[in-house]
């Protein structure tokens, strides 16, 4: 018996996603409207993904995956977002797990075992450290062969659908000073709650609630990497170089979707200079987030990038390029459609404030600045 048929999970072929897309997404658009609404996840959207083995679709292929490349997972994500920004975008969180994975796979590093059993299993990993960096939250105590962790971890994506957590707390020591432990749990683990809080401005469907670690016991062999608390360390490099690019094409993804949806709106319009400079505008900015985008998927080069301080600037400095231009174009659309832009029923304003979560993603513009202007002055750098 096969892996697929073992676990339950449907054999599909994984590749060939923007044509499987072409037959999806049409039913996710149609969907998207109810989970804002209402504020619910995305879960039709996640079984229909599921059944087609979209969650292996980065695994390497002789892992059992799909063998998708960084780059075509980033075009992938890009056109799922322009159908339903919600689903695109907590994709992402999972997505960007599998790629640093595979990132130490391909150097030999520990990463190979989570690839395979994901691929057996079509698991899906909800991730909680965009909030962290390199302080991380919660508190840790040593314990009789392992941990006790209490901590809250908030824009937790897809954690009512996901089955293992990958988190991080602060284990503070007399002897070596504070760490910071890396692990993953799965979420059916004792002690860990969901918190229904996700009621918010724009990206309503992704159910990225708050997950309440209390007292919940992390055993030793679940601890994948302990680091030195509020330094840097090079792990953030292979995050910024894998997690960036794919979440920042989703917005490029429902930034290309307000833009169609105004110009349709405008074209019914009288013909005037006012809407033509508009018009100019919005392709103007448009083009600035796709030319930062492209400089990030460059810069991660399907996984053949050295994870130093100088790339995880850049990366981030064309993050900051990236979600000033999507926002602009969200606010550009909805002035070049006028009054009917502002009404539900014509979708354009649920895109304008998905485009404004861009903002929370690690680093936040000052944060960025902080952290790019300290290392173009020779200065440690600090999260």
């Given amino acids: 018996m096969n892996a697929e048929a073992a676990s339950g999970i449907p054999t599909v072929p994984n590749g060939r996603w923007l044509e499987q897309l072409e037959e999806l997404g049409p039913v996710f658009a149609e969907r ?34 799909g063998g998708a490349s960084h780059s075509e997972l980033c075009g992938v994500l890009r056109q799922l977002a322009r159908y339903c920004g919600s689903t695109a975008l907590t994709a992402s969180m999972h997505m960007h797990l599998i790629a640093a994975n595979v990132w130490k796979y391909r150097r030999d590093q520990p990463g190979e075992k989570v690839l395979r059993k994901v691929a057996q299993e079509e698991l899906v990993l909800v991730s909680t450290g965009g909030r962290d960096w390199l302080s991380s939250s919660g508190e840790m105590t040593k314990a009789q062969g392992g941990y006790r962790v209490n901590a809250r971890k908030a824009f937790s994506s897809g954690c009512e659908y996901g089955d293992v957590l990958v988190t991080s707390a602060r284990l503070e020591g007399p002897s070596r000073g504070a760490q910071v432990l890396h692990f993953s749990l799965p979420l059916s683990t004792e002690g860990i709650e969901l918190q229904n809080d996700w009621f918010t401005l724009g990206m309503r469907g992704t159910g990225s609630r708050t997950v309440a670690l ?71 900015e448009l083009t600035v987030a796709r030319l930062a985008l492209d400089g990030m998927i460059s810069l991660a080069n399907d996984y053949r990038f050295e994870p130093t301080q100088e790339l995880a600037s850049e990366m981030l400095v064309r993050k900051t390029i990236c979600t000033g231009s999507v926002m602009a174009v969200a606010g550009k659309a909805l002035e070049l459609a006028g009054g009917v832009g502002f009404f539900q029923g014509v979708g354009l304003e649920r895109l304008v404030r998905d485009l404004h979560a861009a903002q929370f993603h690690p680093l936040p513009a000052k944060q960025q600045h902080r952290f790019t202007g300290r290392l173009a002055l020779g200065l440690e750098a600090v999260g």
């Fill in 32 to 65: 998207a409207a109810a989970h804002d609404k209402d504020a619910r996840f995305v879960a039709e959207n996640f079984t229909d993904l599921k059944k087609r083995r979209f969650f292996s679709f980065g695994v390497p292929a002789e892992l059992g995956g």
């Fill in 214 to 284: 209390d007292g919940v016991f992390v055993p030793d062999e679940a601890v994948v990497l302990a680091r030195p608390a509020d330094v840097w360390h090079p792990v953030w490099a292979v995050v910024a170089g894998v997690a960036l690019p794919l979440i920042m094409a989703v917005y490029v993804g429902v930034a290309e979707q307000a833009a169609e949806l105004a110009l349709s709106l405008a074209r019914h319009k009288r013909a005037s200079d006012e809407l033509a400079y508009l018009a100019g505008e919005l392709e103007n």
